[in-house]
C-alpha cells in the first residue's frame, strides 16, 4: 500500500469539565489517501467533529488534544514549531462547515471573500484575484460568477453559500477537504447538489475528501470509504460497499437498518433503542453494550479492539487497483455478523 496523504494516530481530545473531563475523542487512527473521498459517520456527539477540528488546530474552546500524531505524506509532523506546523496543515488542508451563513462574513461580497487568499497567501494582484475568484466559482458550479462576485452572503441561498464557502476552501490549492455536516442545513435536492459539486472535484481534480456526517446516506453517496464512529472511538473501517453489503459491528448494522431503502420491497426500520454513554464517566467493556442486541457477559466487562476482520461473505466487490487499509471491526462477536439479520426480532424492527 503506498503511504496516505493524511495519517491520523491515536487521536485524543478532551474537554475539562469543573470535576473532572469529557473524553470526546479516544485514541482514533484513520487515514486518507491521494484524491480519496473518505467518510466518518456516527450519530450527534459521538465525536466525529471535534475529531475532524483537531486535524486543523480548530478545537473550539476549552477542548484541547491530549495526544495524537499527525502525518502528511509519511512525514510525522510531532515536535514541528506551531507556526510552521500551522502552516504545513493549511497548506495541504481546507475545511467546510455545515452553516455557510456563520462561517461567511456577513458584510463582505462574496467574491472578495473566495480572493482573499490568493491575495493574502498567492501574492496576487487584486484583478488576479478576482479573476481566480471567479472560476473557482464557476468550478464549484455557480453560473453567472462575474455578477455573483458582488454580492453578500444574506442575498444568495443556502446551496449556493455553501458553494461559495467550498470555493474559499479550494481557494488555497488544499490536497484534501475537511467537511463537517456541510450538508445538513440543506434541503435533499440542494444536498445531492453540492455533495455532486464534492465528488466533482475529486474526479477533475483529484482533491481529497474527508466527509463527516450522522446521515449514512450522505456519506454512501459521496464516499468510498468509511470510518464508523461511536461514543469517541472508530468501531468500524472499510470500504463502502463491503460495509454496507455486511456490516461486521452491530451499531453499523443498526445504522444501516436505520436508512430507509427504497429499493426494499419490505421496509423494516430499526431504531437504535437507547444513549450513547456518558463520556465524563469512565466505560467499561465494550460502550455499545448496553444499546446492542447481540451482547453477551463478555462485552459488559473487556472492551473489544478494533482489529481486522476477514470478510469471507463479500458479494460484489468492486474492483481494487490497489488494496486500502484493511477491514476492521470492534466487536467480540464478529465472527456471528453474517447471522445478525436473522437474529432481529420483530419487536426489534418498525414495519412502516
Ligand atoms: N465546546 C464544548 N464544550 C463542552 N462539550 C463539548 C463542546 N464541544 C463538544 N462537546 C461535547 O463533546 C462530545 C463530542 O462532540 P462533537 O465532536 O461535536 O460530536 P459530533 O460532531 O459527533 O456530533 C459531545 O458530548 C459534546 O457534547
Ligand atoms: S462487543 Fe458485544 S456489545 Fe459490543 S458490539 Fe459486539 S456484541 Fe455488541
Ligand atoms: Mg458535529
Known amino acids: 500500500m503506498t503511504v496516505p496523504m493524511l495519517e491520523v494516530r491515536d487521536l485524543n481530545v478532551d474537554i475539562p469539565l469543573p470535576h473532572g473531563r469529557l473524553h470526546a475523542v479516544r485514541g482514533i487512527s484513520l487515514s486518507v489517501g491521494t484524491g480519496e473521498s473518505v467518510g466518518l459517520v456516527g450519530e450527534s456527539g459521538s465525536g466525529k467533529s471535534l475529531a475532524l477540528r483537531a486535524l486543523l488546530g480548530l478545537l473550539p474552546h476549552p477542548a484541547?488534544?491530549?495526544?495524537g500524531t499527525v502525518?502528511?505524506?509519511g512525514e510525522?509532523?510531532?515536535?514541528m514549531a506551531p507556526q510552521q506546523l500551522h502552516r504545513r496543515l493549511t497548506d495541504t488542508m481546507s475545511?467546510?462547515?455545515?452553516?455557510?451563513l456563520t462561517a461567511l462574513n456577513p458584510v463582505k461580497r462574496v467574491g472578495d471573500q473566495i480572493a482573499e487568499a490568493p491575495r493574502r497567501k498567492l501574492g496576487k494582484s487584486r484583478s488576479e484575484a478576482r479573476a481566480i475568484a471567479v472560476d473557482l466559482m464557476s468550478r464549484v458550479g455557480i453560473a453567472d460568477a462575474e455578477r455573483r462576485y458582488e454580492l453578500y452572503p444574506h442575498q444568495l441561498s443556502g446551496g449556493m453559500r455553501q458553494r461559495i464557502c467550498i470555493a474559499i476552501a479550494l481557494s488555497t490549492k488544499p490536497r484534501l477537504i475537511l467537511a463537517d455536516e456541510p450538508t445538513t442545513a440543506l434541503d435533499v435536492t440542494i444536498q445531492a447538489q453540492v455533495l455532486?459539486?464534492?465528488?466533482?472535484?475529486?474526479?477533475?481534480?483529484?482533491?481529497?475528501?474527508?466527509l463527516v456526517s450522522h446521515d449514512l446516506a450522505v456519506v454512501s453517496q459521496t464516499c468510498s470509504r468509511l470510518y464508523v464512529m461511536y461514543a469517541g472511538k472508530l468501531v468500524e473501517s472499510g470500504d463502502l460497499l463491503d460495509l454496507v453489503q455486511s456490516p461486521k459491528h452491530p451499531y453499523t448494522f443498526s445504522l444501516l437498518r436505520s436508512v430507509p431503502?427504497?429499493?426494499?420491497?419490505?421496509?423494516?426500520?430499526?431504531?437504535?433503542?437507547?444513549?450513547?454513554p456518558d463520556l465524563s464517566q469512565p466505560i467499561v467493556g465494550c460502550s455499545f453494550a448496553p444499546r446492542c442486541p447481540f451482547a453477551v457477559d463478555l462485552c459488559a466487562r473487556q472492551e473489544p479492539p478494533l482489529e481486522p476482520v476477514v470478510v469471507v461473505d463479500r458479494r460484489a466487490v468492486a474492483p481494487q487497483t490497489e488494496p486500502g487499509p484493511p477491514r476492521k471491526s470492534a466487536c467480540w462477536k464478529v465472527d456471528t455478523a453474517p447471522m445478525w439479520p436473522s437474529l432481529i426480532s420483530d419487536e426489534m424492527a418498525v414495519r412502516r
Do not use: A
Not at 475545511?95 to 455557510?100: A, K, P, T
Open 196 to 210: 455532486g459539486v464534492l465528488s466533482k472535484l475529486k474526479q477533475d481534480e483529484n482533491v481529497g475528501l474527508l
Open 64 to 67: 484541547r488534544i491530549m495526544s
Open 95 to 100: 475545511m467546510i462547515f455545515q452553516d455557510s
Open 76 to 79: 510525522d509532523l510531532t515536535g
Open 71 to 73: 502525518l502528511i505524506d
Open 261 to 276: 431503502d427504497p429499493d426494499r420491497r419490505v421496509h423494516r426500520l430499526l431504531t437504535i433503542e437507547g444513549q450513547p
